[in-house]
Each structure stands twice: as C-alpha cells, then as structure tokens.
C-alpha cells in the first residue's frame, strides 16, 4: 500500500524527528520503524541499531534454499519472526507478553526464550534481537483503521526498560503515526495525479 510514499520527503522527515522524541521518552539504545514495501516491511527510518542488525533484519520475507520468497495460504510473502507475528495479527493477548491492540513486549529476551514455547510465540523465531544483545524489545504495530502500515520496534540491551504503562504510550504514538502515514500515501497519490496530468498535457 505505502510503496508510493516512500518518495514522500517530508514523510522521512517526520518519522525521523518522531524517532528521536520516543527514544528521549524511552531512554532506549535502538528505535525504528518498518513500513509496508512490495510485501515486505523493510526499515524507513531506524537509529541505534547496528549496521550488521540492519542488513540481516531489513527484510522479513522468508525465503526457501534458492533464496525465493516463500508465500502464505493466501499467496502473500510469509512474514517471519515476531515481527512478522506483530504485523500479521498472529498474537494471542491471554499471554503476558502481547498485548489487547496486538503488540509485543519483554523487559528479557533471555527468560522468555527460556520459558516460551515456538507454540506460544506464535511461530519459529529468528532471535536476532537477542543475539544481538537486546534484553528489552517492543513492538507496536503501525495501523490506520483495518490496514496494518509497519510497526515500531524499540530495542534496549538492558532488562527492564518497560512498564504496561509505557507500552500503552508507545501505542497511542503509533495509532498517530499510522495516521500521518496513510495521510501522506493520500497526498503522494494526489502529487502522482498531477504530475501525470502535466506530463499529458505537455505531451497534447
């Protein structure tokens, strides 16, 4: 849905500075925001995150042997990790870790991988955050009314980082968010319209 938006400059611009007011908020090491291209969600805008992480976690496409996208039942790209699970709606609220509006959170990587099942997370997991270090992870799902748009990820190496409190911030955050971003997929759709006109009748 959002490909188009990805040239919408000022788009970029906002979702940076947003980023840089939650990781002010959250005290948190690493921040970013994935929205929808091509079926994928690669990063939009990210800080803190090391360049390795980017690279190996850009893309949440499963892939089989050959390195070919591997589809769902209903012939969309298969979304891995939790992430993958955030944006899906592939969470189950009677567990402490997600939440009633489909996030994610733990203040410790290391016990919940102790103590989950592959049942419980919803999925294999690819445990990236944690082997890179991260011991507190959000993850809010980016929504404008029934269409998921991204998430925002937020990432610390210390335990303990969250409150349920929080967590309920970061989602109102990203309900806004959500809001901004389809108003300018709108508005990139609209710039698109006219410079196709232009371009029509400079041609006639």
Known sequence: MLDNSQD???LRQVI????KEIADISKCQSIGI???KDGDY???A???FPDFFILKENSLCAKDDEGNPILDNDGNPLLECMCGNVLKGRVDP???????KGSFWTNSTTQLLKSAT???LQSRTRNMCHYSGYESVALIPVRSTDKTLGLIQVNDPRENM???GDIKNYEDIADQIGVVVSNAFEIQQKVDIIFDLLTKYKIN
């Open 8 to 10: 919408f400059v000022a």
């Open 162 to 164: 969250f409150t349920p």
């Open 16 to 19: 940076t500075g947003i980023l």
């Open 94 to 100: 009677s567990l402490p870790y997600f939440t009633d």
């Open 118 to 120: 592959e049942k419980d």
């Open 34 to 36: 994935r929205l929808q």
């Open 46 to 48: 990210h800080a803190g």
């Open 42 to 44: 690669p990063y939009y």
